[in-house]
């Protein structure tokens, strides 16, 4: 009997072991290499980089499937009220509660950005789910045209509004993705070479996001190139998932359990 109940246990197991980063410093990263351009392997990677632990976690390709390695959380801290400030009205009404990752670092909070530096050279790093040929390799100056890739947003869903957008000094929003009234070619973000780039990332409900991005760009030689669509997973105030709240459960009817047995155990002697 009490195998069985290890058995169950330990089939939930692999479903607890994905990433979570929620306090860490962390980037969306853009990754080409130029060399698979023409062969069976997309030459683009879109990555989320852990860049506390040096780690690097391959994203969910919606072209070709593979395991989602990672989850971005954004905990209790990154509630706040949207400001009486006509220039954030985008958010929703003055005093509305947001969750906002913010694009300055704090504490308690995942400090999430968005990459498109090369680290290969840097020892130390690992990838899961990330093919070594795309491990951390950024996208070059020269190789696309104006230097620019565009990371469009491509795909939402979630139980609010997503909006991606940065601050200047003089607290001026920039708008990069705004999905309250759906996607347009709008949500899109330009990217440079070997830049590395903060922004706050605002949820309007609690609840689990998916953004899928796709990033593309033309060559210095004409050619245009895309990136397979990525989703990334975001939990807003996350909740217990059902596995965990199915381990939980069995591992305390096991404790029931043992402690029943104990009790008639000790009736008995």
């Known amino acids: 009997m009490k195998a069985r109940h290890f058995l169950v246990l330990f089939?939930?197991?692999?479903?607890?072991?994905?990433?979570?980063?929620?306090?860490?410093?962390?980037?969306?990263?853009?990754?080409?290499?130029?060399?698979l351009m023409g062969s069976a392997t997309n030459p683009w990677r879109l990555t989320v980089r852990d860049e506390d632990g040096r780690i690097e976690y391959g994203g969910?390709?919606?072209?070709?499937?593979?395991?989602i390695q990672v989850v971005l959380d954004a905990l209790e801290?990154?509630?706040?009220?949207?400001?009486d400030d006509s220039r954030y009205a985008f958010l929703g009404?003055?005093?509305?509660?947001?969750?906002?990752?913010?694009?300055?670092?704090?504490?308690?909070?995942?400090?999430l950005g968005t990459s498109s530096e090369n680290k290969t050279a840097q020892a130390g790093w690992q990838g899961v789910g990330v093919q070594s040929n795309l491990l951390v390799r950024g996208f070059a100056s020269g190789v696309f045209q104006s230097n620019r890739v565009n990371l469009r947003l491509e795909t939402f869903s979630g139980p609010g509004a997503f909006f991606l957008y940065s601050t200047n000094a003089f607290g001026d929003p920039t708008v990069f993705y705004d999905t309250a009234g759906g996607l347009s070619l709008d949500d899109n973000r330009q990217m440079s070479p070997a830049n590395h780039s903060h922004f706050n990332w605002a949820f309007t409900e609690p609840g689990e996001y998916t953004l899928g991005l796709r990033a593309s760009a033309t060559t210095a030689g004409g050619t245009f190139t895309q990136s397979d669509v990525t989703e990334f997973t975001f939990r807003v105030i996350p909740e217990p998932s059902s596995a965990a709240l199915l381990v939980l459960s069995g591992f305390a009817l096991l404790c029931r359990r043992f402690r029943s047995r104990d009790l008639e155990t000790n009736k008995t002697s």
Not at 60 to 67: G, I, L
Not at 95 to 108: D, F, K
């Open 93 to 111: 009404p003055a005093g509305r509660e947001v969750y906002i990752l913010p694009q300055t670092q704090e504490t308690g909070m995942l400090f």
């Open 11 to 35: 089939a939930f197991a692999p479903v607890l072991t994905a990433a979570v980063l929620d306090v860490q410093h962390a980037d969306i990263s853009v990754n080409f290499n130029a060399s």
């Open 77 to 83: 801290a990154s509630k706040v009220e949207v400001p």
């Open 60 to 67: 969910r390709r919606v072209a070709t499937p593979d395991q």
